[in-house]
């Protein structure tokens, strides 16, 4: 369950980093883009987010894939920095960002459009129903692109693990060839229901619990100001 943790560890910061920028590059776009500001701000949000959790990423998908060990996730690390600097530890953020952006783009422009659709008045459920259609449609969409992550970032630590050279220079499009060609199609659209499984009930509440809470302190705060209103007017009454 260590990669669990690994992944608890860097989906929590994560998600409140890229939640929060989205909102407001999207008042920022708002004014300029009008309905198609979701799809830039999903990009620009998710584009700084990956970059800033891309090492833990790196490590999580190790751990989870290849069941490596503390000892050997840290040997690996380590190889990879002395053969190829810092950097390394970046490996992969174009196939993540390949993949995520793409995702951020289709999901937000899909839930803005969905949430209105929606006819109920909570907030919750509202925004639990657009997440989790919006979440699995952009997870069907992007899944060759998670593939191709996935497979890359595996074969890269494999070779590391084995003293090789892990700076092979595959592009994106090129994996997907040889993806296709060992499996064909298919093989581009494997782990296709454990992803949306997983992907569209994590959309639906982490944006529902965030729209709730973010209504929560909206209120609270809205409060707060008439209540200081008040005791200003009242007092400025009594002078």
């Known amino acids: 369950m260590e990669w669990a943790f690994s992944y608890f560890v860097m989906a929590v910061p994560a998600t409140v980093v890229y939640f929060t920028s989205y909102d407001q590059l999207k008042s920022k776009f708002a004014p300029i883009l009008g309905l198609y500001s979701p799809i830039f701000a999903g990009a620009l ?7 800033i959790v891309s090492p833990i990423e790196l490590i999580r998908t190790k751990m989870q894939s290849q069941q490596l060990s503390h000892r050997e996730i840290v040997k ?119 992803r949306c499984a997983k992907i569209a009930p994590a959309c639906a509440i982490m944006i529902s619990s965030y729209e709730l809470g973010k209504n929560f302190f909206h209120t609270s705060n809205q409060r707060h100001i008439s209540e200081t209103s008040f005791i200003t007017l009242r007092d400025s009454e009594v002078v």
């Open 76 to 194: 690996v690390l380590r190889t990879s920095v002395q053969k190829s600097g810092y950097i390394s530890l970046w490996r992969g953020w174009s196939a993540t960002m390949l993949r995520d952006v793409p995702f951020s783009m289709l999901y937000w422009y899909m839930y803005e459009d969905l949430k209105k659709r929606v006819n109920t008045q909570s907030i919750f459920l509202q925004s639990f129903i657009a997440g989790f259609f919006a979440g699995t449609t952009a997870a069907v969409i992007t899944l060759p692109l998670d593939v191709v992550k996935t497979t890359r970032q595996i074969t890269i630590g494999e070779k590391e693990l084995m003293g090789l050279n892990g700076n092979g220079n595959v592009t994106t499009l090129g994996m997907m060839r040889k993806i296709i060609q060992e499996s064909g199609p298919r093989g581009l659209f494997v782990g296709l229901l454990p």
């Open 45 to 51: 949000a998710r584009a700084g987010t990956v970059t």
